[in-house]
């Protein structure tokens, strides 16, 4: 491929970035509001396959950690979905609910619980 060539790709692909940036910053919203993925509404129900199979909970304190060795000694005992790499929208109050909830990466169904825990948790970066 010509060096002439790969300039008008590059520019190309510069050119449509910027057009999904101003597209996204015209209708106002984060880019998966854009796309038609809302944040849930209501608490995960811990009851579905996926949150069972990774042995969701909304409190990490109930977590059976003879099943999930993961969250045993003082260690597991600081994990929580706040301070995991997934949840990225804390804060969330949910109406009849208590405490913070916020949207897991792995869940489009439901806000997972500040103080939930799951075997798939992996600490934030710093
Ligand atoms: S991946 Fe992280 S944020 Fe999601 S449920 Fe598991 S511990 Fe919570």
Not at 16 to 22: E, H, K, N, T, V
Not at 96 to 121: I, R, Y
Request: charged share 20%.
């Amino acid at each position: 491929m010509g060096a002439d060539k790969l300039c008008i790709k590059r520019r190309q692909f510069l050119t449509c970035g910027a057009a999904a940036i101003s597209l996204l910053s015209i209708i106002g919203g984060r880019p998966t509001e854009a796309f038609g993925q809302a944040l849930p509404t209501k608490p995960l129900d811990p009851a579905m396959p996926l949150a069972q199979a990774l042995g969701y909970a909304h409190d990490a304190t109930k977590v059976d950690t003879t099943k999930y060795p993961k969250r045993q000694g003082p260690e597991g005992a600081k994990q929580f979905c706040s301070n995991c790499a997934l949840y990225t929208q804390g804060g969330i109050k949910l109406a009849g609910q208590e405490g913070e909830w916020g949207k897991c990466s792995l869940f489009t169904d439901g806000l997972v619980n500040a103080k939930g825990w799951c075997n798939s948790w992996v600490l934030k970066p710093a």
